[in-house]
C-alpha cells in the first residue's frame, strides 16, 4: 500500500491509527517519546506489515530531526503523515509550571507544524500524499482550566485549514481530526482525574481513529467525532466566547469531580 508515519502512536488515539493503518497494508513508521513504542512496532508486525520504532521527544527540533532522519534513511515517500502526538495540561495557568506549559506549545503546535512542513514539502514536490493532523473540539472553546492546551488546538484546528487550502490542487491533502474527550492516558498525564470532564464517560479511540482515517483518505477537510462532539463544536459557533468559558469551567475546574 504504501509508507505510513505517525506519531505519538504508542498509546490511544495514535496506537489506534497506527493499527488500522497496518491492518491496511501500509507499512509504518511510528514515534513517540515512551520506550514501550518498540513494544507495539513488534506487535503491529503481526499484520504482515513492516514497522519501524522511533523513540524520541517531539516537543523538540532535535527529537523531530531524528525522526526526519530515520525517515529518509528508509528511502521511500511518505504516503500518509499522522500528526497525533501531543500533550494535554490541566489547572489554572498561573497554577502551573510554565516549563511544563511551553512544553505542551512544542509538542503541540512547534514539533508538529516542523514535522508537517519536511514532510509536506517532499509531498507537494511529487505531488501526492495526505496528512491528518489531531486538532480537537477543544479548539473551539475558551479553555478554563485548560487554556494552554486549547489554545494549542485552537492554533491546530487553525492551520490545518490555512494549509489545505494553500494545497488546493497540489495532489496533497490535509484532514483536521477534531475529537471530543477520549478514553486515553490523556486525563491522568494532565492531571485532571479530579475534574468533572475526568470523570465523565468517554469516546473509544479506536471509533475516534477510524473517523480520522477514513476521512483522511476520502480527502476531507476536516471530521469531528461522535454525535454529541457535533453538537458541541456547533454550539461552540454561535454561543459568546464568556460563556463558553464558563461551561469550561464546569467540566475542567480542578475538584469538579466531587460536584457531580
Excluded at 495540561?89 to 508538529?112: M, P, R, S, Y
Excluded at 481530526?177 to 475534574?195: C, I, Q, S
Excluded at 476520502?218 to 461551561?247: C, F, H, T, Y
Amino acid at each position: 500500500m504504501g509508507l505510513a508515519v505517525v506519531t505519538g502512536a504508542s498509546s490511544g488515539i495514535g496506537l489506534e491509527l497506527a493499527t488500522i493503518a497496518a491492518s491496511t497494508g501500509y507499512d509504518l513508521i511510528i514515534a513517540s517519546d515512551e520506550a514501550k513504542i518498540e513494544d507495539i512496532a513488534i506487535h503491529l508486525q503481526d499484520f504482515g506489515v513492516s514497522v519501524q520504532a522511533v523513540q524520541a521527544d517531539l516537543s523538540t527540533i532535535d527529537g523531530v530531526d531524528r525522526l526526519i532522519e530515520d525517515i529518509a534513511a528508509d528511502g521511500r515517500s511518505v504516503d500518509l503523515l499522522m500528526a497525533n502526538a501531543g500533550r494535554g495540561l490541566g489547572k489554572g495557568f498561573l497554577d502551573q509550571d510554565f516549563a511544563v506549559a511551553l512544553e505542551v506549545i512544542e509538542t503541540n503546535i512547534v514539533g508538529t507544524i516542523y514535522l508537517v512542513h519536511e514532510i509536506g514539502r517532499n509531498m507537494r514536490s511529487r505531488g501526492a500524499g495526505r496528512i491528518l493532523l489531531t486538532g480537537s473540539i477543544a479548539g473551539f472553546t475558551p479553555g478554563t482550566f485548560q487554556a494552554v492546551y486549547n489554545g494549542t488546538k485552537a492554533f491546530i484546528n487553525s492551520f490545518s485549514f490555512a494549509l489545505r487550502e494553500e494545497l488546493k490542487d497540489t495532489g496533497v491533502t490535509v484532514t483536521c481530526l477534531m475529537p471530543g474527550p477520549t478514553e486515553t492516558h490523556f486525563f491522568a498525564r494532565a492531571d485532571m482525574l479530579d475534574t468533572s470532564v475526568g470523570q465523565a464517560k468517554k469516546d473509544d479511540p479506536a471509533d475516534v481513529a477510524k473517523a480520522g482515517f477514513d476521512a483522511m483518505l476520502n480527502g476531507e477537510g476536516d471530521v469531528v467525532s461522535g454525535w454529541k462532539n457535533k453538537v458541541i463544536s456547533a454550539a461552540a459557533n454561535v454561543l459568546p466566547a464568556d460563556m463558553l468559558a464558563r461551561q469550561h469551567r464546569k467540566m475542567a475546574e480542578p475538584g469538579s469531580a466531587s460536584d457531580k
